[in-house]
Nanobody, 114 residues
Framework: QVQLVESGGGLVQPGGSLRLSCAAS??????MGWYRQAPGKQRDLVAT???????NYADFVKDRFTISRDNAQNTVYLQMNSLKPEDTAVYYC??????????WGQGTQVTVSS
């Protein structure tokens, strides 16, 4: 059974930092990534990383967020710096297996507010 377990969300002031983690189990994954969904809005891609380490970022997080991956631990991270109120959302971990299945975590809330 595949499981994606996110952690690291919380409340942070504007300009602050958070690090999200997503521990995956039950399969080996090709691409992994993070999406986010603010209230009343669609779920948007934030960043992705392949098993080889190639990354892709949404324009709104470039130069502020960094995605990384520990293949041995089957874990993907999202380092978020210079956070803005508009980064407030539920952040979801996403993983693609080599069998072309797509999996989602339960989501972790990130709130940026003073």
């Amino acid at each position: 059974q595949v499981q994606l377990v996110e952690s690291g969300g919380g409340l942070v002031q504007p300009g602050g930092s958070l690090r999200l983690s997503c521990a995956a189990s039950g399969s080996i994954f090709s691409a992994m990534g993070w999406y986010r969904q603010a209230p009343g809005k669609q779920r948007d891609l934030v960043a992705t990383i392949t098993s080889g380490g190639s990354t892709n970022y949404a324009d709104f997080v470039k130069d502020r967020f960094t995605i990384s991956r520990d293949n041995a631990q089957n874990t993907v991270y999202l380092q978020m710096n210079s956070l803005k109120p508009e980064d407030t959302a539920v952040y979801y971990c996403n993983a693609h297996s080599f069998m072309k299945m797509i999996y989602w975590g339960q989501g972790t809330q990130v709130t940026v507010s003073s």
